[in-house]
Antibody
Framework: EEQLVQSGAEVKKPGESLKISCKGS????????IGWVRHMPGKGPEWMGI????????KYSPSFQGQVTISADKSKNTVYLQWSSLKTSDTAMYYC??????????????WGQGTPVTVSS | DIQMTQSPSSLSASVGDRVTITCRTS??????LNWYQQKPGKAPRLLIS???SLQSGVPSRFSGSGSGTDFTLTISSLQPEDFATYYC?????????FGQGTKVEIK
């Protein structure tokens, strides 16, 4: 079964660092782009960026460039999202998401279960 | 960034109703449009890609249409399991953006 399994819920204080993970299984992990999507309550999802685990080529949304770091360890079939200094505004659900292209149209065909991140003093 | 505007933001409907959700983009995106369904506490699920291509396993009562700037998602006969929030997403240019969602509730 193809799946993405994310690390568990996190509760942090402002200014702390954090790294969450997403492990893929059941498919050729290194050959699909994996991205991260932020979802805040009552809002539409926000695409943060993607990485190609095969060579770690990474693209960021301008809104998240410099705010987070996306990385991958293809030997572990795992992609990461990290913050060096969290803000209360980072409180959200974070999904990892496999991207694939059909007729050049990219869509997200596989999602992780989500990692809730709470940042509060 | 390409702005996505969905309407309505919520609707109430009965089982068996025909439901139409609209997504409008701030610039032409050809057919680079996807639709997702999300139920409470769950990750989104891809329903339709390339504006009208139904994903494997998605019931045929779901359909998508449109190109350019105007798109629709139609549920021909609403079923109890269809009560959820629906999002459109463009993949014409990065950053890929989502609509704000349409919540389909039981009347």
């Amino acid at each position: 079964e193809e799946q993405l399994v994310q690390s568990g819920a996190e509760v942090k204080k402002p200014g702390e660092s954090l790294k969450i993970s997403c492990k893929g299984s059941g498919y050729s992990f290194s050959t699909y782009w994996i991205g991260w999507v932020r979802h805040m309550p009552g809002k539409g999802p926000e695409w943060m960026g993607i990485i190609y685990p095969g060579d770690s080529d990474t693209k960021y949304s301008p809104s998240f460039q410099g705010q987070v770091t996306i990385s991958a360890d293809k030997s572990k079939n795992t992609v990461y999202l990290q913050w060096s200094s969290l803000k209360t505004s980072d409180t959200a659900m974070y999904y990892c998401a496999r991207h694939r292209a059909i007729f050049a149209v990219v869509s997200i065909d596989l999602w992780g279960q989500g990692t809730p991140v709470t940042v509060s003093s | 960034d390409i702005q996505m505007t969905q309407s309505p933001s919520s609707l109430s409907a009965s089982v068996g109703d025909r439901v139409t959700i609209t997504c409008r983009t701030s610039q032409s995106i050809s057919n680079y449009l996807n639709w997702y369904q999300q139920k409470p506490g769950k990750a989104p699920r891809l329903l339709i890609s390339v504006a009208s291509s139904l994903q494997s396993g998605v019931p045929s009562r779901f359909s998508g249409s449109g190109s350019g700037t105007d798109f629709t998602l139609t549920i021909s006969s609403l079923q109890p399991e269809d009560f959820a929030t629906y999002y459109c997403q463009q993949s014409y240019s990065t950053p890929w953006t989502f609509g704000q969602g349409t919540k389909v509730e039981i009347k």
